[in-house]
C-alpha cells in the first residue's frame, strides 16, 4: 500500500524568501506525481505534475522534482510571496485497472509573512 | 472552458438519513473521481468512474456507491449516514495525459 509523507507539517517564513517542501513516498512503481495547491476550505488547484519518466516540471516560480528511485519529490518556491499562503499536498499516482488514482499526503501548512 | 462542478457546495444532515452529491467534469474528461477529505487530512480515494463502471474503489464500506451517466457526470450516495462521515468530498475529472483536475468541494456536515 502506498504511503506518502510530506515535511515539515507547517511552514512560516518571511516574504521575499525561497523554500523547499518535501514529500516522500514508499512505493517507488508510481505512473506520476501532482502537486496541489488548497487555500482554506477549499478545493484543490493543480500546480504541477510530473510524469514517471520526467525528473522535474517548471512553473513560474515553482519548481518541482522526481526521483522515483529514492522515493522523494521536492517543490521549490521562490522569492515567496504572501498570496503562496495555503496548503500543498503532494499526490503519488498509482496504477490500477487501466487508469491510476492518487494517494495523498497530509499537506504542509505554508504561512508567508509580509 | 469550465473546470470541475459541484452541487451543492454546503450541506446538512442528520445522523442515519441519506444523501446525494453532484459532479460535472471538465469537458474533454472521461474518468471520475471522488475523494473524501476530513479537517487537517490529506483526501482519501472513495472510488473511480468510467465509461459508467465503477473501476477502481478505495477502503470504503457498502454505505458509499456511485453512478457515472453517459454524459460522464457523476453522483454519490451516502446512505445512514454516521458523525464520522462529515467532511469534505471532491470530485475529480482526468486525462492520462494531463492529470487530475479538482472540483471546489461539498462540504457536508451530520449533526
Known amino acids: 500500500k502506498q504511503e506518502v509523507t510530506q515535511i515539515p507539517a507547517a511552514l512560516s517564513v518571511p516574504e521575499g524568501e525561497n523554500l523547499v517542501l518535501n514529500c516522500s513516498f514508499t512505493d517507488s512503481a508510481i505512473y506520476n506525481l501532482q502537486w496541489f495547491r488548497q487555500d482554506p476550505g477549499k478545493g484543490l488547484t493543480s500546480l504541477l505534475l510530473?510524469?514517471?519518466?520526467?525528473r522535474e516540471q517548471t512553473s513560474g516560480r515553482l519548481n518541482a522534482s522526481l526521483d522515483k528511485s529514492s522515493g522523494r519529490s521536492t517543490l521549490y518556491i521562490a522569492a515567496s510571496q504572501p498570496g503562496d499562503s495555503a496548503t500543498y499536498l503532494c499526490?503519488?499516482?498509482?496504477?490500477?485497472?487501466?487508469?491510476?488514482?492518487?494517494?495523498f499526503g497530509k499537506g504542509t501548512k505554508l504561512s508567508v509573512i509580509p | 472552458d469550465a473546470g470541475v462542478t459541484q452541487s451543492p457546495t454546503h450541506l446538512i444532515k442528520t445522523r442515519g438519513q441519506q444523501v446525494t452529491l453532484r459532479c460535472s467534469p471538465k469537458s474533454g474528461h472521461d474518468t471520475v473521481s471522488w475523494y473524501q477529505q476530513a479537517l487537517g487530512q490529506g483526501p482519501q480515494f472513495i472510488f473511480q468512474?468510467?465509461?459508467?463502471?465503477?473501476?477502481q474503489r478505495g477502503n470504503f464500506p457498502d454505505r458509499f456507491s456511485g453512478h457515472q451517466f453517459p454524459n460522464y457526470s457523476s453522483e454519490l450516495n451516502v446512505n445512514a449516514l454516521l458523525l464520522g462521515d462529515s467532511a469534505l468530498y471532491l470530485c475529480a475529472s482526468s486525462l492520462v495525459a494531463v492529470g487530475y483536475t479538482f472540483g471546489s468541494g461539498t462540504r457536508l456536515t451530520v449533526v
Open positions: 468512474y468510467y465509461e459508467e463502471e465503477e473501476r
Open positions: 499526490a503519488v499516482g498509482d496504477s490500477g485497472a487501466g487508469s491510476y488514482q492518487l494517494t
Open positions: 510530473i510524469q514517471s519518466s520526467q
